[in-house]
């Protein structure tokens, strides 16, 4: 069974740092592409950013230059590290498989929350 499970949301004011971890179980990690994604109430869940079994990183347009995405096969863990944060990047965060929010949305994790607010 796929599994992953998110940690490392909270509460942090604008401008602010967070660094999320999503460990992974139940999946040959090092061969697949893993995905960042979130979902804010009211809003469509979106793709954040993915990284590629070749270390290929991508960024949605409203977080590139802002979030870093990283990976450790030997950890079967991926991380997003979050800076200049923004009230507008207030949502749950999840992991799973892939590069599209489309693609398996049944694989994410719980999620974790991030709250971005002063």
């Known amino acids: 069974q796929v599994q992953f499970v998110e940690s490392g949301g909270g509460l942090v004011q604008p401008g602010g740092s967070l660094r999320l971890s999503c460990a992974s179980s139940g999946i040959a990690f090092e061969h697949y592409a893993i995905g960042w994604f979130r979902q804010a109430p009211g809003k469509p869940r979106e793709t954040v950013s993915c990284?590629?079994?070749?270390?290929?990183?991508e960024y949605a347009s409203s977080v590139k230059g802002r979030f870093t995405i990283t990976r450790d096969n030997s950890k079967n863990t991926i991380y997003l590290q979050m800076n200049s944060l923004k009230p507008e990047d207030t949502a749950v965060y999840f992991c799973g498989l892939g590069c599209s929010e489309f693609l398996a949305p049944n694989s994410w994790g719980p999620g974790t929350q991030v709250t971005v607010s002063s």
């Open positions: 990284i590629t079994s070749d270390f290929s990183a």
